[in-house]
């Protein structure tokens, strides 16, 4: 939702952090440079980030500090759905030798709140608290099979059906029909449609109400991944592990 008044002088500070965030350190004409801001104006919201700890200076450049991820660990570990669900993750992961995750969605983005390696898992892209389209992951369309038809044309409004692989869905009709799917199924699949030779299945989470609180997922590499796999032991490997927590959760 957008501010009706947005307080300006804030929104220029979140813009500095973003650009340091997606550029790496950045010395001050840079940043004045990329963000269109006078370059004493950038000086000040640095110093100020700086003095606060959000900001570290080397010579000339700047960095996002360590600040943030106390935030976002302090954020994270208050949630009863990653408290409940973390174990579960790191069996799911130890049992198939694969990487398992744990997703939320948060402002029509899918949110990585963990990941944990299994003895072949492959290295990917993802980490916590990286923000992703939940459209072309089966995490994603897990959580989306439950959430109201209303919300979910809402995230497509919002955020769009960019594909990201040739294999991505890219209608508001496909969407739904595989929607569908995942609900007829109790699972989600993602056939390399966020990263292309990586299949994925995942399973929701809900409450006792009917309410999706996130998904589960094992991630792996499309070589060792058959369909057979997908709709037999792992399948059911990954929609007992969602059951496991639900159990944990609402009783």
Do not use: W
Not at 23 to 41: F, H, I, R, Y
Not at 102 to 113: I, P
Not at 167 to 192: C, H, K, M, P
């Amino acid at each position: 939702m957008d501010a009706k008044h947005p307080v300006r002088t804030t929104e220029k500070t979140l813009a500095l952090v973003e650009e340091l965030m997606e550029e790496g350190p950045c010395g001050v004409t840079e940043l004045a440079q990329n963000l269109d801001m006078g370059k004493s104006a950038v000086h000040n919201h640095l110093t100020t980030l700086r003095k606060h700890g959000y900001v570290l200076k080397t010579g000339d450049e700047y960095r996002v500090g360590l600040k943030f991820l106390e935030i976002g660990g302090r954020t994270r570990k208050s949630m009863k759905f990653y408290q409940v669900a973390e174990p579960e993750v790191k069996s799911l992961a130890a049992e198939t030798g694969e990487l398992a995750n744990l997703l939320v969605e948060e402002q029509g983005l899918g949110v990585y709140l963990m990941r944990s390696k299994g003895e072949q898992a492959v290295n990917l892209d993802t980490y916590a608290g990286l923000r992703t389209y939940l459209h072309t992951t089966a995490l994603g369309k897990a959580i989306l099979a439950y959430l109201p038809e209303s919300r979910v044309d809402e995230i497509i409004d919002q955020r769009g059906l960019e594909p990201i692989t040739s294999n991505s869905i890219q209608t508001r009709d496909e969407l739904f029909e595989s929607l569908e799917a995942v609900r007829e199924r109790g699972y989600a699949i993602d056939d390399g449609e966020r990263l292309e030779g990586l299949r994925c299945i995942a399973a929701p989470v809900k409450m006792s109400s009917g309410t999706v609180l996130g998904s589960i997922s094992v991630s792996a590499p499309a070589s060792r991944v058959s369909d057979d796999d997908l709709h037999g032991e792992l399948g059911d490997r990954v929609l007992s592990a969602a059951n496991v927590v639900e159990l944990n959760i609402n009783y």
